[in-house]
């Protein structure tokens, strides 16, 4: 059974700093991973898709690495920013689209 | 204005009785799915649908219904079976159930048991 553990639970960074959230599965044979942002009481945004035959996608000030063989992901936010403040979320697809979730980070950016 | 529209935003429920959860999309999307997401848990699937009038149990199906009578339309009962239902459900549509599309989110209801 796939399982996906992200680290770490929470994080609070000064505004300004690059940072890594970590994602790693179980189970490698995957269609591919997304990365989500949610914020409080809202539903989630989707911030990047990796299929399983690419090793990274970019958009803006993210960038999300896949080593589909090691069983994990990064999240890179450059630049971090009060608004990047967050839960974020990573999810992988085994198949039939049943996505199988993280229980998320915890981002909390200070001006 | 497309999206995925969920209501109630928020509900309360006596213990035995059935509530509904709606949700409709107009991406027209033929996919459709429902998660439930617990404090500190990440979400888990509940049903999904790939078709009208077709539907398949997720990971935790019990306690819960579901019907798919229109494609923009994908209702969650949650029973008077299902234990400990207080928590936030999120529906989610894609443009299909191939492997390479990604999943949009309504905005959630929090069901409370009173």
């Known amino acids: 059974k796939q399982e996906v553990t992200q680290i770490p639970a929470a994080l609070s960074v000064p505004e300004g700093e690059n940072l890594v959230l970590n994602c790693s599965f179980t189970d490698s044979a995957i269609y591919n991973l997304q990365w989500f942002r949610q914020d409080p009481g809202k539903g989630l945004t989707s911030l990047l898709l990796i299929q399983s035959s690419q090793r990274e996608q970019t958009s803006g000030r993210l960038n999300a690495s896949l080593d589909k063989s090691s069983g994990r992901s990064t999240l890179y936010i450059a630049a971090s920013q009060p608004g990047d403040s967050a839960t974020y979320l990573c999810a992988v697809n085994g198949g039939f689209q049943k996505l199988v979730f993280g229980t998320g980070t915890r981002l909390l950016v200070s001006p | 204005d497309g999206g995925i529209t969920q209501s109630p935003k928020y509900l309360f429920r006596k213990e035995g009785q059935n509530v509904t959860l709606s949700c409709e999309q107009n991406l027209n999307h033929d996919a459709m799915y429902w998660y439930r997401q617990d404090p500190g848990q990440g979400l888990r699937l509940i049903y999904y649908s790939q078709i009208v009038n077709d539907f398949q149990k997720g990971d935790i199906a019990e306690g819960y219904s579901v019907s798919r009578e229109k494609k923009e339309s994908f209702p969650l009962t949650v029973t008077s079976a299902q234990k400990n239902p207080t928590a936030f459900y999120l529906c989610?549509?894609?443009?299909?159930?191939?492997?390479?599309?990604?999943?949009?989110f309504g905005p959630g209801t929090r069901l409370t048991v009173l």
């Open positions: 989610a549509s894609s443009i299909l159930a191939g492997e390479g599309d990604t999943q949009y």
